[in-house]
């Protein structure tokens, strides 16, 4: 596969390219789902194939293909050249790519049990398991559970990425998520919840989610909003938000805006634009008290990795300090119109997508309160823990 | 290996091995994507692919297993995981055997012809140079040129090679920071592409929507434009998969044979439209597809079934099926006998909304929702546009809104995009009384 790589980044540079980057990406994905109790097909997934970018004339082309012999591979990097200097020709500013600290490195998070040692019955029986918790924790309310969707993903991630200008990169990353909806219902009404869970680890993180418990909480509670859940009045309030929504609004209010390449405009016909602009380094955005990171160092994190798919050494982000935007999220281009350095956020889910900047880990850094001094000070407010409906307008600017 | 060899290999090894029933598919897609941001192309995608799935039944046990390549050992050990796969895991719904074939399918949909001699950067800057002459300043946006050749072929005698080709270019004009309009040109053949057409909608819809007002939370009747709409009442197509509605992710669980929506409002799966974007001969078990009316005249005619989920509710499969859940396709709304102005000029006080985005459930069981207006969005007095509002949010339940609907356009056009998964051929709507909120304070 070495060799593979190198071909491409001869070949590439032969064909005129200016930067040459090769990714071998592979990812072993089984996901086991339950529908309302049944257990659905059980799938598995191999995708593995060779992602590949050209710097041409200033112009920048990405190419895959999984047909891994050399012939496919030259004629998708033709294809590749020739796209770049069609673009270049009508481009006002060439693309550039920042000087980075860029990667020799290999890295690896061994799993305690592997994925492979837990057979797929072992799974569903799990998922089964947690479903009959559910239901069985609310027999005797009024409310039932008609609806009842799990899955439960894992996945090891092998990337190895090289670029002309020296990155060597080679990793592999185990991650688990699981994700379920719970519809409730009973005389007064019906209720949902969405439950997520992910970690970069073997299966032991599942076991540790102690899913049948977990499950038979949340339909717990459900049937409780369901009995007890007063009507709201609404209007403006003191509210003290759970970490699942404050998590969500450092993810979708401070990371996706301070995506550099989002800041530039890259993605305004699709995922949007956002309130922040270039120069706005330094602007107040929050209290004293908000410090926003995005760290993808964080060992056993679900969005973990060392070096970026740019080979970029990765390193903790500070978004937001004291309330003020300290930095954004870039990879090695939009560090370049930036004039800063990149910060390895490029990031790319499959050999056949191009690496963009996008977000790892973010979170709001704790403060010094605990729940109870915060709700203590709520004379007529609410606590709002999790979240069913949320969107976004276009900026990122407001949220609900 | 050849395509088509892979796939009986594929086939054949499942059978050897045991199965009660199997399902290969092989595909080869060619694709460029031409993305663009401030008035040039910013990269260009190439993708050359060639992989396919496996689906194996023994007895009521499933599994699914993607074939990563077409290397003779790749489709040996991915049939061998979906067989071993099956054999362990727990039983599913009764087993349901697929259908039997062969079929006779529409030539016309088989071959739908493949892209030759397009040339996506041009298209890029076709769209590009469009929206400025409108006026436009700055221009963002992806062109898609794509050709599939797809294999499928089933242990019940099923044999169909699609060839089909997909087109999209899709353009958001910028006149102003918060005044912008966004264009689609969405199709299943190269003749019927518009990407001057779909830039300079963008580009005009950016330039009216300069300096727009805040207005007032409320009660409005809104007009929907195609983008708008598509997004609201493809719901009604997604939720009517069988599977959602078992999963308990659907308003349409209980509500067949009721009025779900005003009686102007038809919605189909009709995969049988040669040259469309989600055309297709057949699904994923190899029936031939055909047109589903899914609700008629406002009454929720049926459900989207594959064989299992069919069998599970009582009645015959609807050929929707997907490699696990029944889909749609490719749907139509029916359209009605009036013009963009006709509608508006029945506003006494409203909003025109162009486009939308994140369109998220607060209970997918009843319905209720809300989506944010995105792009152009207009007051609406006395029957005429006054003047352009911004940062407003939908927010009311699927099912009431649709059974709200009070005229729609003769003409309509294809939506897929960001917001729109399934292409969707759409009318622009009235609806009275839409709750509106103010999405900032």
């Known amino acids: ?400 | 290996m050849r395509a088509e060899d892979a796939a009986r290999a594929a086939l054949d090894r499942a059978i050897g091995g045991g199965v009660t029933d199997a399902v290969v598919t092989v595909s080869r897609v060619r694709e460029t994507m031409v993305r663009f941001s401030d008035n040039q192309v910013t990269v260009v995608n190439e993708l050359d692919l060639e992989q396919g799935s496996v689906f194996v039944t023994i007895g009521a046990r499933k599994a699914a297993v993607d074939i990563p390549d077409l290397r003779a050992r790749s489709i040996r050990a991915a049939v061998d995981a979906a067989l071993s796969l099956a054999r362990s895991a727990s039983e599913g719904d009764a087993r349901v055997p697929l259908p039997s074939g062969p079929f006779d399918y529409d030539p016309l949909l088989l071959d739908q012809g493949k892209v030759d001699g397009l040339d996506a950067v041009d298209l890029a800057h076709v769209a590009i140079s469009s929206a400025l002459e409108e006026g436009a300043s700055r221009v963002a946006g992806s062109m898609t040129v794509r050709d599939a050749d797809t294999i499928l072929l089933t242990s019940g005698g099923v044999d169909a090679r699609v060839r089909k080709p997909f087109l999209e270019m899709s353009v958001r004009a910028f006149a102003a920071t918060d005044a912008s309009g966004h264009g689609l040109s969405v199709s299943g053949s190269p003749a019927v592409l518009d990407p001057a057409g779909a830039g300079a909608r963008a580009g005009r819809l950016a330039s009216l929507s300069m300096e727009p007002i805040h207005v007032d939370a409320g009660e409005y009747d809104v007009v929907l434009d195609t983008m708008a709409f598509a997004d609201v009442a493809s719901q009604l197509g997604r939720m009517a998969s069988a599977f959602m509605v078992d999963a308990g992710m659907s308003f349409l669980g209980d509500k067949l044979g009721q009025q779900v929506a005003s009686d102007m409002v038809t919605i189909m799966d009709d995969p049988t439209l040669v040259g469309t974007p989600g055309s297709t001969p057949c699904d994923m078990e190899g029936l031939p597809s055909r047109r589903n009316v899914i609700v008629d005249d406002g009454v929720l005619h049926t459900l989207l079934h594959n064989s299992t989920t069919a069998a599970r509710h009582g009645t015959e499969s609807t050929a929707n099926a997907g490699l696990v859940a029944p889909h749609p396709f490719n749907l139509v709304i029916g359209n009605g006998d009036q013009d963009m102005d006709s509608l508006l000029s029945q506003v006494d006080r409203g909003i025109y909304i162009t486009n939308d985005w994140y369109l998220r459930y607060q209970n997918y069981a009843t319905g209720d929702f809300s989506a944010i207006p995105r792009d152009a969005m207009f007051l609406v007095e006395d029957g005429a546009i006054t003047c352009p509002v911004k940062e407003m949010r939908m927010s009311d339940n699927i099912l009431g809104m649709l059974q709200r609907v009070e005229g729609l356009t003769r003409e309509r056009e294809w939506v897929r995009w960001w917001e729109v998964d399934t292409p969707t051929l759409t009318p622009a709507a009235l609806v009275r009384g839409l709750h509106m909120s103010r999405s900032t304070m």
């Not at chain 1, 160092?297 to 004291?322: C, H, K, M, Q, W």
């Open chain 1, 1 to 400: 596969m070495e060799d593979m790589l190198q071909f491409i980044l001869d070949r590439g540079r032969e064909l005129g390219a200016g930067y040459v980057e090769a990714r071998h990406h592979r990812v072993e994905a089984s996901e086991v789902m339950l529908k309302s109790g049944t257990p659905e097909a059980s799938a598995s997934s191999q995708s593995t194939g060779i992602g590949m970018r050209v710097l041409v004339d200033g112009a920048m082309a990405f190419g895959a293909s999984n047909r891994n012999d050399r012939r496919s591979l030259e004629a998708v990097l033709a294809r590749m050249v020739r796209s770049a200097r069609g673009a270049s020709e009508r481009r006002t500013d060439p693309i550039e790519f920042a000087d980075a600290n860029l990667g020799i490195a290999s890295y690896e998070i061994r799993p305690r049990v592997k994925f492979t040692d837990v057979e797929v019955a072992d799974r569903q029986a799990l998922l089964m398991e947690a479903d009959r918790s559910a239901v069985e924790a609310i027999e005797g309310t009024g409310v039932k559970l008609p609806g009842r969707y799990m899955s439960l993903e894992t996945e090891v991630t092998h990337k190895t990425v090289w670029t002309s200008d020296g990155a060597r990169v080679r990793s592999t990353v185990p991650r688990a998520s699981m994700f379920a909806v719970l519809t409730a219902a009973g005389p007064s009404g019906s209720t949902q919840r969405m439950i997520s869970l992910g970690e970069a680890r073997g299966w032991e993180c599942v076991e540790r989610w102690d899913l049948p418990s977990t499950l038979a909480k949340e339909a717990s509670t459900l049937a409780a909003i369901l009995e007890q859940g007063k009507p709201f009045h609404g209007g403006y309030m003191d509210v003290v938000l759970g970490p699942e929504v404050v998590g969500l609004i450092a993810h979708e209010s401070s990371g996706h805006p301070g995506e550099a390449d989002r800041v530039l405009g890259r993605e305004a016909a699709q995922a949007g634009e956002t309130y922040l602009g270039k120069n706005d380094g330094g602007r107040r955005v929050g209290s004293d008290l908000v410090n926003v990171v995005e760290d993808p160092t964080l060992p056993y994190s679900f969005g973990f990795y060392l070096f970026d798919d740019e080979g970029v050494a990765a390193r903790p982000r500070n978004l937001i300090r004291d309330g003020v935007i300290e930095e954004f999220l870039h990879n090695r281009e939009t560090a370049r119109t930036f004039g800063v350095a990149s910060n390895g956020s490029a990031r790319s889910m499959a050999f056949d997508r191009e690496p963009i900047v996008r977000m790892s880990n973010t979170f709001v850094e704790p403060g010094d309160h605990g729940l109870d001094e915060m709700l203590e000070d709520v004379k007529d407010g609410v606590y709002v823990r999790n979240f069913m409906e949320w969107n976004i307008d276009d900026r990122r600017f407001n949220q609900r």
